[in-house]
T-cell receptor
């Protein structure tokens, strides 16, 4: 079955380290998204991509970067992790811009 | 700026006690309103999409409705397995989803 996966599921890192979270989907969806979820804020959009080589900033993009070299993957990189980036990160994908977004299982990141 | 609010923040029901969750939105040019269910430690799971005022969708004990300013998720005769956080999201002219904070539902046996 087609699916969307994230790895790792849990990550503990130290302030200042570079961290990359992986997202892989097998639906052949054009659109991929990264969100963070924090208590009191709901899901907030970090970055998104509408296709290979396309990336765009979302609402809370500072300190994060993405690259899209193929349809299946959109890795999220924290260039220099900060304690404020402790959160649960969700990847999502959709076929078209107006389509339902389907979510991965999430990555819980702790920055000490 | 597009905004989505949900109420109540938390809701406790007895098994079989029907109720409704509210999602209010202010957007310019609604393209779609989406309901998701999220269990602890998991990603949001898609439930419904509504596109225009007056539209209704049903799935088992859940029924979603849409007006020009809000959406309701009606839960009829809930069971403990319906306990979850229910998220509402809107897609407007900017195309990106804007999520509400969610309603945490607990159904007690």
């Amino acid at each position: 079955d087609a699916e969307i996966t994230q790895s790792p599921r849990h990550k503990i890192t130290e302030t200042g380290r570079q961290v990359t979270l992986a997202c892989h989907q097998t639906w052949n969806h054009n659109n991929m998204f990264w969100y963070r979820q924090d208590l009191g804020h709901g899901l907030r959009l970090i970055h998104y991509s509408y296709g290979v080589q396309d990336t765009n900033k979302g609402e809370v993009s500072d300190g994060y970067s993405v690259s899209r070299s193929n349809t299946e993957d959109l890795p999220l990189t924290l260039e220099s992790a900060a304690s404020s980036q402790t959160s649960v990160y969700f990847c999502a994908s959709s076929r078209q811009n107006t389509d339902t977004q389907y979510f991965g299982p999430g990555t819980r990141l702790t920055v000490l | 700026e597009d905004q989505v609010t949900q109420s109540p923040e938390a809701l406790r029901l007895q098994e079989g006690e029907s109720s409704s969750l509210n999602c209010s939105y202010t957007v310019s040019g609604l393209r779609g309103l989406f309901w998701y269910r999220q269990d602890p430690g998991k990603g949001p799971e898609f439930l419904f999409t509504l596109y225009s005022a007056g539209e209704e969708k049903e799935k088992e004990r859940l029924k979603a409705t849409l007006t020009k300013k809000e959406s309701f998720l009606h839960i009829t005769a809930p069971k403990p397995e319906d306990s979850a956080t229910y998220l509402c999201a809107v897609q407007a002219g900017g195309q990106n989803f804007v999520f509400g904070p969610g309603t945490r539902l607990s159904v007690l046996p």
